[in-house]
């Protein structure tokens, strides 16, 4: 089946700083403009055929798939990042070798890549319709509106759109709420609570481990003993009983001693 540019046999890409090929050179550079041209590498076809296989019970057009993209091989390796690519006739979804695609944006309007995500736009949108439970229906209009406000808010940014990622947008778009984002807001949420939690300076574990009213281990080994067993430089209790009694008995001592000064003293008397 002829594609939409017969004349474009080979083109030379690039592996850009994003981990996406860009193409730098192409057989037709009358109808082919190189400037921001992404191509879709084999790892990412494969990607994309796996997200539009739930879209097959939904009436997806496998012929649509075929026009939309110009498959190549690789013929040589150039260095640099740079690959040499040839065009071949191999269809993408039926061939067994690693294939690159370059999507057909001759004509960015109402050429066979614009069928293409027209088609797996509305398929996307019945499926969401009829998977989940919306108050509203969704619409295509609403979706093409949220995707042409990303673009728009990327480009603003100065991000090149690779076709790949306008592609995937639309094959995993779910609406607010229903999304993987809206999961991963939860759980960055959950993980914002464990945050919150008061930790422990590692000065402050460190008065922790070396505060004695904590230790409640050693005052058990020292409530273990048996009893009657002193504790080194320690007076026993009978010997503060007895020194005790001989203070007391001592004070007593000095005691009558000082009455016997105080008494007068008689003299004899005569006979």
Known sequence: MA?????????????????????????????WDVDGLSIIDPRQVDHIIELIDPLREYGFDSDLFERAFIPFRITKDLGKGKVRLAR?????LESEEKLFALPDVIDEENGPYADFLDHITRLRVKLINELLDLEEKLTVDEVEDQLRESQNNDFIEGKAVH??????AILDFMPAGHGEDDEEGDKGAAEDEEDDLPEVEEEDEE????????KWDEDDEEGDKEDGEAKPGAKGKADDDDEDEDDEKKDKDEDDAEDE??????????G
């Not at 594609?3 to 050179?25: M, T």
């Open 3 to 31: 594609k939409g540019s017969p004349q474009l046999e080979w083109c030379v890409v690039r592996l850009g700083e994003d981990h996406n090929w860009w193409v730098d050179e192409v057989s037709d550079p009358v109808h």
């Open 88 to 92: 071949t006739k191999q269809p993408l």
């Open 163 to 168: 076709l790949f990622g306008e592609i995937t």
């Open 207 to 214: 008065k922790l481990k070396n505060d004695s009213s904590l």
């Open 261 to 270: 000064d105080e008494k007068p003293t008689r003299k004899r008397g005569r």
